[in-house]
């Protein structure tokens, strides 16, 4: 049960210094303005952990799952391979817990640039789709927990006031609305 593993009370008691400890020497969270930001919700045996630990070296990041025993592996995969490569790996850790109940223990509001929810249990039977990791229920906490991109990217604090156009608006009490469109792959062309 939940009872067996610890949960920090809040996102600023997650000690970093255990996931990180060459980035984070000392107890706590020296660094604050360095903060996990990718998260991998059951990451399983936590491969593609592995995979972004060094396709992002400047990001932490964390899986979170909620089997002891494949969460003891995971950290032991990572022990080993910052063992065999000194000096990498060091931005990746893992977490037993329940994904379900506790987000909101490790991340501030706004804080995770991306979330991973890769093969989910799906659950078939219907008395277990409150298992699903992925429900209307927790779409809010998952919201909650995740940047704003666009707010975070500074080319959209551009938009408005770059360009002359934009300032001839401003100067002029004006007001604009930016769009900003995402494109999607039509699945019928090529
Ligand atoms: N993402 C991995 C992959 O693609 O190989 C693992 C997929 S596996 C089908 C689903 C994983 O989610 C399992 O390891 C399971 O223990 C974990 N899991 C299920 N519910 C969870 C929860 N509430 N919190 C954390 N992990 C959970």
Known sequence: ??????????P?????SLHYPQLF???GQADSSKKIQFADVGCGFGGLLISLSTLFPETLMIGMELRDKVTEYVK?????LRVANPGKYQNVSVVRTNSMKYIPNYFEKGQLSKMFFLFPDPHFKEKNHRRRVISPFL???YAYVLEV????DPV??????ATEEGQKVARNGGQTFQAVFRRIAPSDQT
Not at 12 to 16: K, M
Not at 76 to 80: D, F, G, H, K, V
């Open 156 to 161: 959209v604090k551009l938009l408005c006031s």
């Open 25 to 27: 020497p000392s107890s």
């Open 76 to 80: 032991e995969r990572i022990l080993s």
């Open 149 to 152: 991109e666009l707010e975070a």
């Open 139 to 141: 779409l809010d906490e």
């Open 12 to 16: 600023s008691h997650v000690d970093y």
């Open 1 to 10: 049960s939940d009872s067996h593993f610890p949960v920090p009370i809040s």
